[in-house]
């Protein structure tokens, strides 16, 4: 009996010694480390804006904002025709104090009215819904940072179907479904 655990206790051993019982660490598939790799850097990677302080003391941040259809990598292989900010879903996380003027220079590089509809407190003027952005064109959002917290952004423009051959509501799924979306971080 003693030397027949001996011997298991041996090939245990020899199989520990040669990885057989080794822990080995999980295997990433590379959809899910480049998942990873892209939430890290949607919540680690602010744009401040370009800093510059107003004649009344405020402090105003500038960010400059296209709106273009590309085709995206969505995993290793796998694309998508995505409504993109800067080229990316989701669009660059703005980041902003409470309090500072944010000014958005806003120009659309895609083939259908764009806009930008930001949650948060600003003007009626400013809210992206009915500033309709035609291809091409830009337009200025300004407003004052408020409240603190973390914010959305995302596409805010109504269904073209006269356009696009869809009706309103796929064409409103569609829009929430290719992208153009960011967040306001307000600090």
Not at 80 to 93: D, I, K, S
Request: with cysteine; net charge neutral; proline share 7%.
């Amino acid at each position: 009996m003693m030397r027949r655990a001996a011997l298991a206790c041996a090939a245990l051993a020899a199989l520990a010694g040669c990885g057989g019982l080794t822990p080995q660490a999980p295997v990433e598939d590379p959809i899910s480390r480049a998942s990873k790799a892209h939430t890290d850097s949607f919540l680690t990677h602010f744009d401040t804006g370009k800093v510059s302080t107003l004649p009344d003391g405020r402090t105003l941040r500038e960010y400059w904002i296209r709106a273009e259809h590309k085709e995206i990598e969505v995993a290793p292989g796998v694309k998508f025709p995505a409504w993109t900010f800067n080229g990316a879903v989701p669009g660059p996380t703005l980041r902003a104090r409470e309090g500072d003027v944010v000014r958005i220079h806003f120009h659309n590089d895609g083939t259908m009215p764009h806009s930008m509809h930001f949650h948060g407190f600003h003007a009626a003027g400013m809210d992206g819904v009915f500033e309709q952005v035609q291809p091409k064109h830009d337009f200025t959002y300004e407003f004052t940072a408020e409240p603190f917290g973390l914010h959305v952004y995302h596409c805010h423009t109504m269904p073209a179907s006269s356009t696009s051959g869809t009706s309103p509501d796929a064409t409103t799924r569609q829009r929430g479904g290719r992208g153009a979306a960011g967040a306001v971080l307000m600090a």
